[in-house]
């Protein structure tokens, strides 16, 4: 059993969750803030999803230490410093060139996002540079959907 910790703004929460219970029971999701953060410093994630700032650095370090994957809007701004001597993988995502994954497309329907370089995924599974279509929907804050499709490569869902 394994815990997914996601820290992103309340309105994409219900997305979130929608996509991940179709992969694993919903006790094992855990959205994190700046109100709960310090209660859930024990807990060890296997992945976090950062898709929004949290203020407190000492417990979001706490927290990401005991983790495995951490998938990192690229975009926000966050002290990449706490990030420093920790031991796991990170894979970036965003609209900047950069990213481990970055949007190469958008239109009204869809967007392409592009592997930029090799990753391995959880059972070891090496992905290489390639674009993945994906679909948008109304209502639903882009870079929510990245994170979920990149969730989803990850753990070869």
């Not at 309340?10 to 209660?39: A, C, G, W």
């Not at 994906?134 to 990245?146: C, E, G, H």
């Not at 994170?147 to 490569?153: C, Y």
């Amino acid at each position: 059993m394994f815990f997914v910790g996601i820290i992103t703004n309340q309105k994409n929460e219900t997305y979130i969750k929608n996509e991940l219970v179709r992969k694993m029971p919903l006790e094992n999701i855990i959205f994190i803030n700046d109100k709960n953060i310090s209660n859930v410093k024990n807990i060890k994630f296997e992945t976090i999803i950062i898709d929004a700032k949290i203020k407190n650095k000492f417990e979001l370090r706490k927290i990401l230490s005991n983790a495995k994957y951490i998938i990192l809007n690229s975009d926000i701004e966050l002290d990449i410093n706490i990030l420093n001597d920790l031991n796991l993988v990170v894979i970036t995502y965003g609209f900047n060139n950069k990213s481990t994954f970055s949007v190469s497309s958008i239109t009204e329907n869809s967007m392409i996002i592009c592997l930029q370089r090799i990753i391995f995924g959880k059972n070891e599974k090496k992905y290489e540079p390639q674009e993945y279509e994906v679909k948008l929907q109304k209502n639903v804050d882009k870079y929510a959907i990245i994170a979920m499709s990149i969730f989803n490569i990850i753990y070869g869902k």
